[in-house]
């Protein structure tokens, strides 16, 4: 399910509280069934998603959820189909319940790559503009971030990151179907800004830093 009211309720106590005039409309426009056809499909696989609790989550090494033991071999099948209704999977790669999903990227490389270069991500409030399916929040995660928000305008990688967190159970990660254009100004509320991959994609570079 896609629940962004603890997200909410913890925007309004902090900084980010400006946000919060215009994010539900935001939200609504973003996962828009009229804007995005194949939205209930994708939406369905989500729904599909078996309640299995998860007794190992590694967000240090990898992004790996659940273990073998933790369900059965039917249910790890119908995890299995769910996740596979969401191909293509571009950023990754994830294990859930045994189910490896082998992503286009490996976006682990670029973690290692990365990492060693950043100040300790440690109890920081992060922005991650251009997540995708938010690989590399759960990484942040796993830096012990004390919360991660991830913003990517695809709803297909919105509900993706929500099918691993169906898995995880609450945790202070949320990706938002929003654009970099959605985050007000001079919000001054995160501790680190990451934006890795949509630079160059932008019209005015200049304007995505600011
Ligand atoms: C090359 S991918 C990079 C994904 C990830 N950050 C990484 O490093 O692997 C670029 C991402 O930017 C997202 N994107 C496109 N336009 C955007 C915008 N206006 N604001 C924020 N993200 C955007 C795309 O949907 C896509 O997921």
């Given at each position: 399910m896609i629940d962004y009211t603890e997200l909410m309720a913890f925007m309004e106590g902090s900084k980010l509280s400006p946000w919060l005039k215009e994010l539900q409309s935001q939200i609504d426009k973003g996962l828009d069934e009229k804007r995005f056809g194949d939205l209930p499909a994708w939406k369905a696989s989500l729904e599909a998603l078996p309640a299995v609790t998860s007794s190992e989550v590694d967000l240090q090494t990898q992004v790996k959820i659940g273990a073998s033991a933790d369900t059965s071999e039917g249910v790890k099948k119908q995890i299995k189909e769910a996740l596979q209704g969401l191909i293509p999977w571009r950023k990754g790669p994830y294990t859930v319940h045994d189910t490896h999903i082998d992503t286009e990227w490996r976006s682990d490389w670029k973690w290692d790559r990365v990492l060693p270069h950043?100040?300790?991500?440690?109890d920081r409030l992060i922005l991650d503009v251009g997540c995708g399916n938010g690989y590399h929040c759960w990484r942040m995660l796993g830096e012990g971030a004390s919360r991660v928000i991830g913003i990517d305008p695809s709803p297909r990688f919105v509900v993706q990151f929500y099918c691993l967190k169906h898995f995880t159970g609450p945790r202070p990660i949320d990706v938002l179907p929003v654009g970099i254009e959605g985050v007000p100004a001079n919000l001054q509320a995160f501790d680190t800004v990451f934006s890795m991959g949509v630079l160059y994609h932008r019209r005015s570079p200049m304007d995505h830093l600011r």
């Open positions: 950043l100040a300790p991500l440690k």
